[in-house]
């Protein structure tokens, strides 16, 4: 397996959130390079030193940096678009710009030499009793009853490979109800709200803080011949912002949130004003890790857990508003 050097850039100050962010999408293992260590090593080295590397000494002046590895196939194309997003979302906590740029850049190759070489990687796959997920550009020409739903990631998450993705879709096709309006919080590439009007749902409501997620949402589903009356597309931040909370409304049936632990605990206090009563939750992007603090977040907001699960450690679970 071939893997791709990716480096984000912060502060001093940025280390620690950058890298609590990168534990929350599974990224367990990452290098740190930061100016202010070296300048303490400098005034606390003991012994003699005639000689400093010149690569050594370059770190003295260097812009903060943690530096993680991702396999070039589509889980480490999903990897990567929640590590993006999850870098735009503390670039919009960070209102005083403490963390720096928080720019995420591939090292030694192009973004859209990587994007082509890990699409090799990503062919139909079915996923649960109904679904099959197929990118934009393979055909499938097997006889099926299964929905297919058809879709270009670009680069945001959702390609259908990724394991939170696919507990997602379980539990749609398992507890959706034809007619069914959706909310999908952090809706990535569109796919759960895309593949939850395929399987009958009337309509779909889809926000990300990312405005790019939001574009190519909108473009898969006109790739799925859903019309826009039927699926609306809201960018920006659903905490913080209570004119897009208004813009949203309330009275949705099932609610799809795939994103990650914190931002999980965050949402929690705001899911049931867009539920109606007796509505459905599904969240997910959970590490086995945060499971216990999520499932305490959603238990204090008086949601009654119809079921969890788990896969290759990552968990999902589906609530009901009392």
């Given amino acids: 397996m071939n893997w791709t050097e990716v480096n984000i850039y912060t502060t001093t100050e940025g280390i620690d959130p950058v890298c609590g962010r990168l534990l929350n999408v599974g990224v367990t293992g990452f290098v740190i390079k930061d100016a202010k260590d070296f300048e303490e090593f400098l005034q606390n080295k003991t012994g003699n030193w005639d000689y400093i590397d010149d690569d050594l000494m370059g770190l003295k002046n260097?812009?903060?940096?943690?530096?993680?590895?991702?396999?070039?196939?589509?889980?480490?194309?999903d990897?990567?678009?929640?590590?993006?997003?999850?870098?735009?979302?503390?670039?919009?906590?960070d209102k005083e710009k403490k963390f720096g740029r928080l720019c995420t850049e591939l090292a030694n190759v192009r973004e859209e030499d990587w994007a082509n070489n890990w699409k090799q990687y990503f062919k139909?796959?079915?996923?649960?009793?109904?679904l099959v997920i197929k990118p934009s550009w393979e055909t499938y020409d097997e006889k099926t009853d299964r929905t297919i739903v058809e879709i270009d990631p670009a680069s945001s998450f959702g390609?259908?490979?990724?394991?939170?993705?696919?507990?997602?879709?379980r539990f749609i096709e398992k507890l959706m109800k034809k007619g069914d309006r959706i909310l999908d919080m952090g809706c990535g590439s569109g796919i759960l709200s895309i593949a939850g009007i395929l399987l009958g749902a009337e309509s779909a409501c889809a926000v990300d803080i990312d405005l790019n997620s939001t574009k190519i949402a909108a473009e898969n589903a006109a790739k799925n011949d859903i019309l826009p009356d039927r699926y609306t597309v809201y960018h920006g931040n659903i905490i913080g912002d209570t004119a897009l909370r208004e813009k949203i409304g309330g009275g949705y049936d099932m609610i799809t949130a795939n994103i990650v632990a914190d931002v999980l605990i965050g949402m929690s206090p705001i899911?049931?004003?867009?539920?109606?009563?007796?509505?459905?939750?599904i969240i997910s992007g959970i590490i086995i890790e945060?499971?216990?603090?999520?499932?305490?977040?959603?238990?204090?907001?008086?949601?009654?857990?119809l079921e969890l699960i788990e896969d290759n450690g990552w968990a999902a679970a589906a609530f009901v508003k009392k």
């Fill in 62 to 77: 260097c812009e903060t940096c943690v530096t993680f590895y991702l396999p070039d196939n589509s889980q480490g194309a």
């Fill in 79 to 93: 990897m990567l678009a929640m590590v993006r997003t999850e870098m735009a979302e503390l670039s919009e906590y």
């Fill in 124 to 130: 139909p796959i079915t996923v649960g009793d109904k």
């Fill in 159 to 169: 390609t259908g490979q990724h394991h939170t993705t696919k507990l997602c879709l």
């Fill in 271 to 281: 899911f049931g004003d867009f539920l109606k009563d007796k509505g459905i939750i």
């Fill in 290 to 305: 945060r499971c216990d603090e999520v499932m305490a977040a959603m238990d204090s907001r008086g949601f009654e857990r």
